[in-house]
C-alpha cells in the first residue's frame, strides 16, 4: 500500500498554500482520472488536497451577459444548465458526450480540463513512455496507435487529449481562470493545453501551486449557432477518433464569424484558424467548407494506423457547418440561435 497525505482545503487559499508547487501534491475533485491513475500507479502523490468542498459550484451570470463557471460544478448540472443550453448548445452537447451518466455526475468542471491522456502507454507503467517517465521513449509509435494524433505531433509524444469539453471551449473563446499563491490570472482555453514538443509530460500552462477556480463564458454574438458532433467506435462511453466543435454566425450569406475547434486529432484541442480565416466573409457552402477545411487539415502528419482521421475529421466538420449553416439547423443539428 501506498501511503499520502490527505488535506481537506476550506478555501481556494488554504489549497494553493497546502499544494505550494510541490511536485508531488495533487489537487482531488472528482477524482474520476486521478484516482484510476493512482490505482494503476502511474500517479503517485504524496499530498493529495480536496477541493471537491470549496464554494465553487455554482454558474453565475455576470453582468456582460458572459457566465462563470465554478471550477467544481459537476458536468451533468454544467451540461443541463438552462443558460448553457439556450446560449451555448455546443457546450451542453460536448459534455454530454462524453464519459457515462455516473461519471458526469462525479466529474468537475476543472478535473475535466486536467484529465490525461487515455493512451494505453502511458496507462500501463511496463512499456516506456516520454509522458510518464521523461527520456524512457514512445512505445506507441510503432505500436498500436490508431487512436492517437495527427497534427502536432512529436518524436517524444503521439498522446491526444481525451476531453470533449476542452474542445468546445476552445471554440467558445471560453478563458480559463486560474489562482496560485502569486495572485489570479486567466488563460485562453485555447491555449490551456499545450502540444507535446520536447516537454509532453506537461499538459497544460497552468504552473505548480495553482488551481482552476473557473473558467468564463462570454456572451454569444446574436445570430450565433453552435453545435458539437463525436465520431467514436461506440455510441457511448468512448474516446473521440475525431469530434469538432463549431461556432458560427451568417449574415446576408456570408459567413460573418466562425469557430471551428477539432477534439482526437492532437495533443490539445485544435483550433482550426486556418479553416477560419479562409471561411470569414465567404458565402457557405459544400465547396467552401471543403476547401477550408482541406487547407487546415493539410499539416496533418498520419502515423501507419491513423491516416483514416484526416477524411473523417474534415467530414465531420463539413456536415456541422453545413447543418448550422442552413436555414433550418435548428431543427437539424439541435443548435440554439441567439437572438
Given at each position: 500500500?501506498?501511503?499520502?497525505?490527505?488535506?481537506?482545503?476550506?478555501?481556494?487559499?488554504?489549497?494553493?498554500?497546502?499544494?505550494?508547487g510541490r511536485a508531488t501534491s495533487r489537487y482531488l475533485g472528482g477524482g474520476t482520472n486521478l484516482v484510476d491513475l493512482m490505482k494503476l500507479g502511474v500517479e503517485r502523490p504524496?499530498?493529495?488536497?480536496?477541493?471537491?468542498?470549496?464554494?465553487?459550484?455554482?454558474?453565475?451570470?455576470?453582468?456582460?451577459?458572459?457566465?462563470?463557471?465554478?471550477?467544481?460544478?459537476?458536468?451533468?448540472?454544467?451540461?443541463?444548465h438552462p443558460l448553457v443550453r439556450a446560449r451555448h448548445p455546443v457546450l451542453s452537447q460536448a459534455l454530454l458526450a462524453g464519459a457515462s451518466g455516473q461519471l458526469r455526475n462525479?466529474?468537475?468542471?476543472?478535473?475535466?480540463?486536467?484529465?490525461?491522456?487515455?493512451?494505453?502507454?502511458?496507462?500501463?507503467?511496463?512499456?516506456?513512455?516520454?509522458?510518464?517517465?521523461?527520456?524512457?521513449?514512445?512505445?506507441?509509435?510503432?505500436?498500436?496507435?490508431?487512436?492517437?494524433?495527427?497534427?502536432?505531433?512529436?518524436?517524444?509524444?503521439?498522446?491526444?487529449?481525451?476531453?470533449?469539453?476542452?474542445?468546445?471551449?476552445?471554440?467558445?473563446?471560453?478563458?480559463?481562470?486560474?489562482?496560485?499563491?502569486?495572485?489570479?490570472?486567466?488563460?485562453?482555453?485555447?491555449?490551456?493545453?499545450?502540444?507535446?514538443?520536447?516537454?509532453?509530460?506537461?499538459?497544460?500552462?497552468?504552473?505548480?501551486?495553482?488551481?482552476?477556480?473557473?473558467?468564463?463564458?462570454?456572451?454569444?454574438?446574436?445570430?450565433?449557432?453552435?453545435?458539437?458532433?463525436?465520431?467514436?467506435?461506440?455510441?457511448?462511453?468512448?474516446?473521440?477518433?475525431?469530434?469538432?466543435?463549431?461556432?458560427?454566425?451568417?449574415?446576408?450569406?456570408?459567413?460573418?464569424?466562425?469557430?471551428?475547434?477539432?477534439?482526437?486529432?492532437?495533443?490539445?484541442?485544435?483550433?482550426?484558424?486556418?479553416?477560419?480565416?479562409?471561411?470569414?466573409?465567404?458565402?457557405?457552402?459544400?465547396?467552401?467548407?471543403?476547401?477550408?477545411?482541406?487547407?487546415?487539415?493539410?499539416?496533418?502528419?498520419?502515423?501507419?494506423?491513423?491516416?483514416?482521421?484526416?477524411?473523417?475529421?474534415?467530414?465531420?466538420?463539413?456536415?456541422?457547418?453545413?447543418?448550422?449553416?442552413?436555414?433550418?439547423?435548428?431543427?437539424?443539428?439541435?443548435?440554439?440561435a441567439t437572438p
Open positions: 500500500m501506498k501511503s499520502f497525505r490527505y488535506v481537506r482545503a476550506h478555501s481556494v487559499e488554504e489549497a494553493t498554500a497546502a499544494h505550494a504524496r499530498t493529495l488536497i480536496d477541493v471537491s468542498r470549496l464554494p465553487l459550484d455554482d454558474v453565475a451570470e455576470l453582468a456582460d451577459g458572459s457566465l462563470r463557471v465554478g471550477a467544481t460544478v459537476r458536468n451533468s448540472d454544467l451540461a443541463a462525479m466529474a468537475t468542471t476543472g478535473g475535466n480540463l486536467l484529465q490525461r491522456t487515455r493512451c494505453p502507454y502511458f496507462q500501463d507503467v511496463a512499456k516506456p513512455c516520454n509522458k510518464r517517465e521523461p527520456g524512457s521513449g514512445c512505445a506507441a509509435r510503432e505500436g498500436v496507435h490508431r487512436d492517437h494524433a495527427v497534427l502536432g505531433h512529436s518524436a517524444q509524444c503521439i498522446a491526444t487529449h481525451p476531453s470533449d469539453m476542452a474542445v468546445a471551449l476552445a471554440a467558445l473563446d471560453a478563458q480559463v481562470e486560474l489562482q496560485g499563491v502569486r495572485g489570479t490570472r486567466t488563460v485562453p482555453a485555447a491555449d490551456f493545453h499545450r502540444l507535446p514538443g520536447d516537454r509532453p509530460q506537461t499538459d497544460t500552462e497552468i504552473a505548480h501551486g495553482e488551481l482552476i477556480t473557473a473558467v468564463l463564458l462570454p456572451p454569444p454574438a446574436p445570430g450565433t449557432v453552435s453545435a458539437y458532433r463525436k465520431a467514436r467506435d461506440r455510441a457511448s462511453y468512448a474516446f473521440a477518433l475525431a469530434s469538432v466543435a463549431v461556432v458560427v454566425a451568417v449574415r446576408e450569406e456570408t459567413v460573418h464569424e466562425v469557430r471551428i475547434a477539432f477534439g482526437g486529432l492532437a495533443h490539445r484541442p485544435w483550433r482550426a484558424r486556418r479553416a477560419e480565416e479562409a471561411l470569414r466573409g465567404a458565402a457557405p457552402g459544400g465547396e467552401a467548407f471543403k476547401r477550408a477545411l482541406d487547407a487546415e487539415l493539410a499539416a496533418a502528419e498520419p502515423l501507419r494506423d491513423n491516416a483514416f482521421k484526416v477524411p473523417l475529421a474534415r467530414n465531420l466538420a463539413c456536415d456541422v457547418l453545413r447543418r448550422l449553416t442552413r436555414p433550418d439547423a435548428d431543427a437539424d443539428a439541435g443548435a440554439g
